[in-house]
Every structure is written in C-alpha cells, then in structure tokens.
C-alpha cells in the first residue's frame, strides 16, 4: 500500500533539483498518478540535463471529456509555468512537450494541443511461445524473441518510449494466445506452463517447415523460461497495467480458427462448427477480458482457416449476439486481412 503524503507536502517536490542553499528547479504533480509520475520523471531529467536552475513546472489535471488528451502550457512568469491536461494523459504528453523543447533548447511559449489522429497505434506480432505462436514466427527474429516477451525489463523500456513518441495503442497479434495467457476452469488442460521455442532449424527458404514440425516429437522443443501459468498471468497483468499508466490501450487480436496449445484436450478441434471448440473459444475470449480488465478490445480476423459459411444479416447477427459477452470497457473488432 503506498503512503499518501501529507496535505501540506501533496503536490509539491517529490521531484526537486537542489542546489546548496536554495530550492533550485521544482516539478509539482500528483505523485498517485502514473501517467504525471512519468512526466515529471522525464522533466526532472530534461531540467538536469539543460541546467535549467530557476524553473518551476506545475503539472495539473482539469477534467473535460470532450477534449481527451489535451493540453495547455501556460507561463504564470518568467520562471514557472503550468501544463493543465484535461486527462491524466493529457498531462502527461504536455510534460513530455515541455521536456523535448527543453532538451532542444525551444522556447516554451503559450500553446494548447490536442491530438488529431485519435489512436496512434503498433500492430506487434508477439511470439508467445512456440506452442501458440504468433502469426508468422517460422523465422529466427520471432523464436530469438519469445523470451523476451516474458522480460518486465523489456516491456517498460518499450511502452515508456511509446509514450514518449504519443503512442496510445498497443495491438498484440497472435493465432491463439489464450492457452499461454489465461486458466479456464472448464477446460483446465489447456493452460501451458514454461516457454519453449523451437529447438530445430527452420531455414526461411523452406515455407512449409513450420508445418513439418512435430511437436510431440522428443527434441523439438526448447525449454527458455521455467514459469508456472499463474506467474505468467501475473506478468501479463503487470505488463497490462503499466501500459495503461502510460495512456496505452492493449487491443488483442487473433486469426482464425487456430487452436494451437489446445488442440486435442478435452474434444478442442480446428473446426469452426465443432459445439466444444465454439464453446472454448467464447470462453477464452470472457476469461482473457476478466483476468485482464485493461484489454480495451478483442479483434478477430478471417485467417484461411475459417470456411465461408454464410454473409446474411442473420448469420452477422447471431456471431455479434454471441460475442457481447464483452466487458463494459471492451470492444470487438473484424479485421478484414
């Protein structure tokens, strides 16, 4: 439980640049807020850097929906100013302003911002794991990188430079992440312990050697990371929040019907009319919005696996009734790909 600081102490100096004798250069905010935690983090180190000794930055939120991530930069006087956000985010992205003017040696002057473009987004292919990959992870990058999706250190790093660019989406594109992400208790099989990677070349001029490996055979995997299912949850949630405490939406998108890590428990098949596979999948998608209440939206793409049945209103309708089992926070999407 963080401590909260007392009335008197609340905004001011949790970030104060000293010099002998005297308060030199200050940074005011909310330090229960991330986003202006961030912020003034960033100024703290501009104001270092530039030797700027005398400022004052005042990091202030006043709410207006209508204005998301907004903000102003005001000169109160010669040596303080104010960045008032009409969200946490809207503050933060003044604060970073204000930090890059500084580190270019701009003059901060007077201005209000608001973004045009509203979601400015990465579409990230994440190789989970060999066993629920992503969606082509047949070359070296991806299989080099599947430990690093499961390092904290990596994650901050990319999501604090994210933010620094005003970046406000994170979409992560897979085939079927749930078995690596989530535990179902209708299904308790299915969750996977541990990462693996391919332990077998795969030569990029040979398109069909994904196909050819056999999984079950003895040798084929390659163990990176000894995690049980409930850490890995646990690390996804972390990654998730941090990524909200910097204005990042998590969207999740998947190809259909992949069942990979599934297929084979409990009656699960590739087949889209298979009652146990339609089940799990619905399943999945409520458990993976429950555990991870940050994920803004599921989205879902052709993928060749889905067979065209039918394009009536009927048939559209009854796939969307069957989806609103959707959170109040989330959406779903069709990607056409």
Do not use: C
């Amino acid at each position: 439980m963080k401590k909260r600081l007392h009335p008197f102490l609340y905004l001011l100096s949790v970030l104060v640049i000293l010099l002998p004798g005297r308060l030199a250069a200050s940074v005011e905010y909310d330090v229960n807020i991330p986003q202006l935690v961030f912020a003034a983090q960033e100024l703290e180190g501009a104001l270092k850097e530039t030797e700027r000794k005398n400022l004052k930055v005042s990091l202030i939120i006043k709410p207006d929906e209508a204005l998301p991530e907004a903000f102003q930069i005001r000169s109160i006087e010669p040596t303080s100013i104010e960045i008032i956000g009409t969200d946490a985010t809207g503050a933060m992205y003044g604060g970073l302003e204000v930090a890059d003017l500084l580190r270019l040696g701009l003059p901060i002057e007077d201005q209000e911002r608001a973004p045009f473009v509203k979601k400015r987004g990465i579409k990230f292919n994440i190789p989970l794991d060999a066993r629920t990959p992503s969606y082509d992870d047949t070359g070296d990058s991806a299989q080099n990188n599947i430990e690093t999706v499961w390092d904290f250190e990596f994650w901050q790093a990319y999501l604090d430079d994210l933010a620094r660019y005003r970046y406000n989406v994170l979409s992560l594109w897979t085939t079927h992440p749930y078995p690596s992400i989530i535990q179902l208790e209708e299904y308790p099989e299915v969750a996977l312990d541990d990462v693996y990677r391919i332990g077998v070349d795969i030569y990029p001029h040979n398109k069909n050697k994904w196909q050819d490996v056999d999984f079950d055979q003895l040798g084929t995997l390659k163990l990176v990371k000894k995690i049980s299912i409930e850490e890995k949850i646990a690390h996804w949630q972390r990654v998730f929040q941090y990524a909200e405490d910097r204005g990042i939406e998590i969207y999740l998108f998947h190809w259909n019907v992949f069942t990979f890590g599934a297929t084979g428990k409990h009656g699960i098949t590739q087949d889209q009319t298979n009652p146990v596979t339609v089940d799990y999948m619905r399943k999945s998608v409520r458990q993976a919005l429950l555990t991870y209440p940050q994920i803004a939206g599921i989205g879902v793409t052709a993928g060749e696996r889905s067979k065209t049945l039918s394009s009536t209103p009927t048939v559209k309708a009854l796939w969307m009734r069957r989806s609103n089992s959707l959170t109040a926070r989330s959406a779903l999407f069709f990607a056409d790909t």
